[in-house]
């Protein structure tokens, strides 16, 4: 008999799914807004032209959201995967990279002031986002391989897990005894 294959809930898989696009767009988008404004530590080359810093705001504005619903879903109903660390320190640098990215005035980088706590952790936090996605990745081939991960793309949704039943397993989840 063959190994049953991964199944990941429907529910983790959206949430995941849009994190998969929107986290590298702003991380990418972030790069380009450093090494167009601050660049102390190297720079892409020449100024990629656009509206960068709206851009990623605009991405950051969109991640808020979802990394609110992500986090409640990693908190409730995830909780069991944040004992292993690179899910954890996603989670926490995403965290950290919305939070500070909230905090953030956009005219500090237009203006050249880039002397800001905020803006500090800021940069900080798109460092352990890279960091902590690679030890992300890596953690799911090594412990599934290949199956675990492409479980978290697959289509197939099973009998009880499709949309209309999300609203009950969530309440299911706060009715288990502590």
């Keep these: 008999m063959p190994p049953a294959r991964p199944y990941q809930p429907s529910l983790l898989r959206l949430l995941h799914g849009a994190m998969v696009l ?10 380009v807004v450093y090494s167009n404004h601050d660049g102390r530590w190297g720079r892409l080359g020449q100024q990629v032209p656009g ?4 851009i ?16 409640l879903y990693a908190l409730s109903l995830g909780r069991f995967r944040l004992r292993q660390g690179a899910h954890a320190s996603a989670l926490l640098a995403l965290a950290l990279a919305v939070g500070s990215g909230k905090l ?21 936090a798109w460092l352990l986002i890279a960091a ?9 081939l090594n412990r599934g391989g290949l199956a675990l991960a492409v479980s978290m793309v697959q289509l197939h949704v099973r009998g009880g897990d499709g949309p209309r039943h ?10 288990r005894p502590a």
């Design 22 to 31: 929107l986290v590298p767009l702003a991380w990418l988008s972030g790069l």
């Design 166 to 175: 999300w609203p009950a397993q969530v309440r299911r989840w706060f009715r």
């Design 104 to 124: 953030m005035n956009e005219d500090w980088l237009r203006s050249g002031r880039l002397d800001h706590l905020v803006y500090s952790l800021h940069l900080l």
């Design 51 to 54: 509206a960068w810093i709206d």
């Design 56 to 71: 990623h705001g605009s991405l950051g504005v969109l991640l808020w959201p979802l990394a609110l619903l992500f986090g």
């Design 132 to 140: 902590a996605v690679l030890w992300h990745v890596a953690s799911v």
